[in-house]
């Protein structure tokens, strides 16, 4: 399975960071952005390029969850080693196994997955492995579930070389490496809901008789909603309500299904559904699109690992008691069903209903910009015949190879180190600048006496080589490892990255373009041996701007772009200026949007103030149903840019993205390294399409925006800048 771009990453800094010095990883990564998928392939390419080590995957609670985990490493990774407790109890531990184990079930009271001979026995088994040479690398899933004097035991049996802990909310451990998947990279895939919408439409204050009738039918509205929203599409998913009680709460259940029957809603007819610790009923086939249940009721924590994508709407109610906050029941809410955005507001978002303020506030705190106050407003009726022309990525077209990566590395090569098509004399060049040439294996390590434990002490010590002869099967294993993770900083699998390593410099592999000619081992030990000076190299040729082979556009599509007639608009409540933009082509559009960076507030401040602007559009970020301009990255890969918004001044549209200011001292707060490709992008399409604009930004030592239309410059004394006012 290819992975996304993302979950590529992920894998790399995982196996990178298994050398480091400390003992654990923390690995943050939201619920719904596939955490299995990318540790099961970690597991995978680790072990290929490593010897000596066992997996061992430790899981928490009841629903077998090691059961699902392994049967997920099966479907993805082909001829994996996985075992459960009984295939270790029969065979032990072997180099490159994938243990599934439910810590629970070896430590419970009564539990009878392990009888006490069997539990010295599993001890055995471990002390085996140590003796034959085996490493254990320790994965602890659901990490904030298995933080427990037990689970610590099971671990500290094994001795692990290295603990990788995952959760979507794990907790703070010192000394660990943090590798965390952002929640803005998953929603970008599609594999997440854009927006958490709380409480919609409940406007400033709500009188009930009944808030367990008043939030039913709150989720029922917007269920039927979803449902034909979906039907419109032609799609079978049918929108699942979860309802999530308070714990000792069989009053308040009753509550619900008597109200739910009351819409016809009940275990009879199959709408109904309920996952208890002391009953379940109408779960067979819950998970599936067009499965018949649209509710489901659950207590305080829904069974660690359920996995329901149709799931759109969370019903929390509360009693006056306090409750731990459980941010992985919105998790629930937030995977797409079809992993993929629908070009809508109402289809891309998740919605919660509830009455329990500390459960709201804590929903913000932990998603900070994800969780706002929401309400929905509609384009003004002279804005409806706007259109421009926004461009699309096409899967039509685009190159499966590392053709374009290849050439951009070529050309890297020949602007820094003025590689030709000379191979004899372009070793010489890379030798001259630090690259290592040998068929054997050189590797380094450090001599000398250290009086203070300071840097420049360490900065002295000499270092010293070690040399080994090259083995094409122990080594051969390192070589992999490290051209997989090479191919992490292309966004390349390993197979794409592994035909550039030999078209360049493997002999046998033809290629016109070839920088050296190395034979097969040769080429193993160069990649070895400057590893760290390629991984550098190759990082420089994909970031800067100055090695692009060109600004041609991949295949894509154009499609008419219209402001959509509606929009789910976030803003914050509590800010104590809620004024109304009137230039802003919604109606009811307010001064408290969110989530806004400075820049852009001023903009849109600046836009409402201003006599000369008409109207102003703010546009999406991600999705097909805003406007959109596509161009490439170094490596050949197609990011679609959505400039920030669309202006419009004596009658003419303007284009302006906004970026990051300058702080009073000019030093440049812009964090986009690909600024300048989208300057250009942005300019090619203003040119083709004859409209005006260009990138503002906001210059702290003056409090004023200001304007770059001709050519990018990150200097704000550059004359390319020019005062907003004076232009737009």
Request: with cysteine.
């Amino acid at each position: 399975m290819q992975l996304a771009t993302f979950q590529l990453k992920a894998v790399g800094e995982i196996m990178e960071s298994i050398g480091d010095s400390n003992k654990e990883i923390v690995f943050k990564s939201p619920t719904g952005s596939g955490k299995t998928i990318m540790l099961t392939h970690f597991m995978s390419e680790y072990g290929k390029g490593h010897f000596g080590n066992v997996f061992v995957w430790l899981t928490p609670g009841k629903g077998d969850l090691e059961e699902q985990s392994k049967a997920k490493m099966d479907k993805y990774i082909h001829n994996s080693s996985t075992k459960l407790i009984t295939d270790i109890m029969t065979d032990g531990f072997k180099e490159n196994d994938a243990c599934f184990l439910n810590w629970e079930k070896l430590t419970k009271k009564g539990n009878n997955a392990l009888k006490e001979g069997e539990k010295a026995n599993f001890q055995e088994r471990i002390k085996q492995a140590h003796n034959d040479g085996l490493e254990f690398i320790i994965i602890v899933d659901e990490s904030h579930q298995n933080d427990t004097v037990k689970a610590d035991d099971i671990i500290t049996l094994f001795n692990p070389k290295k603990i990788i802990r995952t959760s979507a909310t794990p907790k703070n451990y010192s000394n660990a490496t943090l590798i965390e998947v952002k929640e803005e990279e998953v929603i970008a895939e599609g594999l997440i809901k854009k927006m958490l919408v709380i409480n919609e439409d409940f406007g400033r204050s709500v009188e009930v008789e009944s808030q367990v009738g008043f939030l039913l039918d709150k989720a029922l509205d917007k269920q039927n909603e979803l449902k034909v929203a979906f039907e419109e599409r032609k799609s079978s998913v049918n929108p699942l309500i979860i309802v999530q009680l308070p714990n000792k709460s069989e009053v308040m259940q009753d509550e619900v299904e008597r109200y739910l029957a009351t819409k016809d809603i009940t275990y009879e007819n199959g709408l109904l559904a309920v996952w208890l610790s002391d009953r379940k009923q109408n779960l067979e086939d819950i998970e599936k699109m067009d499965a018949k249940p649209i509710v489901i009721i659950i207590k305080q924590a829904i069974a660690t690992g359920w996995d329901c994508p149709r799931a759109h709407i969370l019903v929390k109610l509360r009693e006056n008691t306090s409750e731990t906050f459980e941010i992985q029941t919105i998790g629930r809410i937030r995977r797409m069903p079809e992993l993929k955005h629908y070009e809508s507001d109402l289809l891309d978002s998740c919605y919660l209903f509830t009455f329990d303020e500390k459960f709201t506030e804590g929903v913000k705190l932990h998603l900070r910009k994800g969780a706002l106050d929401a309400v929905k407003l509609y384009l003004k009726k002279e804005h409806r015949e706007i259109t421009l022309t926004s461009e699309q990525k096409s899967v039509i077209g685009i190159s499966k190879d590392a053709t374009q990566s290849l050439k951009t590395l070529l050309l890297y090569y020949q602007k820094e180190y003025g590689i030709s098509t000379k191979t004899v004399e372009n070793k010489t060049r890379l030798e001259t600048n630090g690259y290592k040439f040998s068929d054997m294996i050189i590797k380094n390590t450090y001599t000398g006496e250290i009086h203070k434990l300071t840097v420049e002490e360490f900065k002295n010590l000499a270092r010293v080589d070690m040399i080994e002869p090259l083995n094409t099967h122990r080594h051969g294993r390192e070589y992999h490892n490290r051209v997989s993770t090479l191919g992490v900083k292309l966004n390349l699998p390993y197979e794409h990255m592994n035909t550039i390593i030999r078209r360049l410099f493997d002999k046998n592999v033809r290629y016109e373009n070839k920088i050296l000619r190395l034979d097969t081992r040769e080429v193993y030990a160069f990649v070895i041996n400057n590893f760290d000076k390629l991984k550098d190299d190759f990082r420089l040729a994909i970031s800067s701007p100055t090695y692009q082979t060109s600004f041609a556009l991949p295949v894509t599509s154009e499609k008419e772009f219209r402001i959509p007639q509606e929009v789910l608009f976030t803003y914050d409540s509590k800010n104590k200026v809620q004024r109304v933009y009137e230039h802003n082509v919604y109606k009811g559009y307010l001064s408290s949007a969110e989530v806004r960076s400075d820049s852009e507030k001023s903009f849109e401040k600046y836009c409402n103030e201003s006599d000369k602007i008409e109207w102003f559009y703010k546009n999406g970020d991600k999705g097909n149903e805003y406007l959109s301009i596509v161009y490439q990255d170094n490596s050949g890969t197609p990011r679609s840019f959505y400039p920030d918004y669309i202006v419009s001044k004596d009658g003419e549209v303007w284009i302006v993205e906004t970026k990051g200011g300058f702080t009073r001292s000019g030093d440049s707060e812009d964090i986009d390294r690909f600024s300048p490709k989208k300057f250009e992008v942005l300019k090619a399409y203003l040119n083709k399409h004859n409209l005006k604009g260009g990138f503002v930004r906001k210059d702290k030592s003056n409090n004023e925006l200001f304007i770059c239309m001709n050519t990018y410059n990150d200097d704000i004394s550059s004359d390319e800048w020019q005062l907003l006012e004076d232009v737009l």
